[in-house]
C-alpha cells in the first residue's frame, strides 16, 4: 500500500501557524498520512519539541523549512537537518548552499500572489522539484506551477501548507518508496517516485470550477 505524505506543513514556531507540533502529528494520523514533513519559516526549532522519525501513534515526522526570499518561497532539506540561514539571502545563495549539501529544494506555490518565477534558477539546476498542488493557494495558480513543472521537466509534488489541523490532508502525496529519513525522501522526490493527490473534497471543488476532473500533475 502506498504510503501518504504531506511535504510542506507549519506550526505555531511559526508565526503563521496555529497549531502545536503535537497536534499536528495527532491530526495528521488521523486523516490517514504516514508521513508529515515539518516546515516552518526560517526555523527547524520543531526540533526542540519533537524527534524526527516514527511517532507514538506510528506517523513519521521529518523537518525541512521553509525559506522566503523575493523570488519566491523553497522547501528546504538536508542530510541531518537544515542548516540556519539568515534572513535577507538570496534564493541563490540558498539554493546553491542546499545543493552543495547534497539537499532537497522545492519551489513552494511559484505562481501565489501573481508571483512570476525566475526562471535563471530552473535552468541553472537550482531546484529539484515543484510544489504543484498546495493547499491554500487557487486552482489556477496550482495549474500554473504544473505547466511550470511540465516546462522544465521537474517532478511536481503537493503540499497541504496547513497552518491549522483542520488545512492537514487537504492534499498529500503517494509514494510507492518506503521512505524513514531525509535521505529517502531526497531521493524519492528527484527520482519522481512521489507523486501528488487530492483530497476528495479539493478534488470536487476544482471540478465544480473547472467542470472536469482536474489531474494534479
Not at 526540533?47 to 515526522?61: A, D, F, T
Request: aromatic residues 6%; negative net charge.
Amino acid at each position: 500500500m502506498p504510503m501518504r505524505l504531506d511535504l510542506h506543513l507549519h506550526t505555531d514556531i511559526s508565526p503563521c501557524g496555529e497549531q502545536r507540533p503535537e497536534e499536528a502529528v495527532a491530526r495528521a494520523r488521523e486523516v490517514g498520512l504516514d508521513l508529515i514533513c515539518i516546515t516552518d519559516h526560517f526555523s527547524t526549532e520543531v526540533l526542540e519539541h519533537l524527534s524526527p522519525g516514527p511517532q507514538e501513534n506510528g506517523l513519521m515526522v521529518l523537518v525541512g523549512m521553509e525559506y522566503s526570499t523575493p523570488d519566491g518561497d523553497f522547501l528546504l532539506f538536508a542530510p541531518g537537518k537544515v542548516p540556519w540561514f539568515p534572513r535577507g539571502l538570496s534564493s541563490r545563495e540558498v539554493l546553491e548552499e542546499i545543493r552543495r549539501l547534497g539537499g532537497l529544494s522545492i519551489w513552494a506555490h511559484p505562481y501565489r500572489w501573481g508571483r512570476e518565477p525566475d526562471e535563471e534558477l530552473l535552468e541553472d539546476g537550482l531546484v529539484d522539484a515543484i510544489e504543484v498542488l498546495n493547499g491554500r493557494t487557487s486552482l489556477l495558480a496550482n495549474a500554473q506551477a504544473r505547466e511550470l513543472a511540465y516546462a522544465f521537466d521537474l517532478p511536481g509534488v503537493a503540499g497541504s501548507d496547513a497552518h491549522s489541523v483542520e488545512e492537514i490532508g487537504i492534499v498529500f502525496n503517494e509514494t510507492d518508496r518506503l521512505i524513514r529519513t531525509v535521505e529517502d525522501l531526497i531521493a524519492a522526490v528527484k527520482d519522481g517516485s512521489v507523486k501528488p493527490r487530492l483530497s476528495e473534497q479539493l478534488s470536487r471543488l476544482y471540478e465544480m470550477q473547472l467542470g472536469m476532473k482536474y489531474e494534479p500533475f
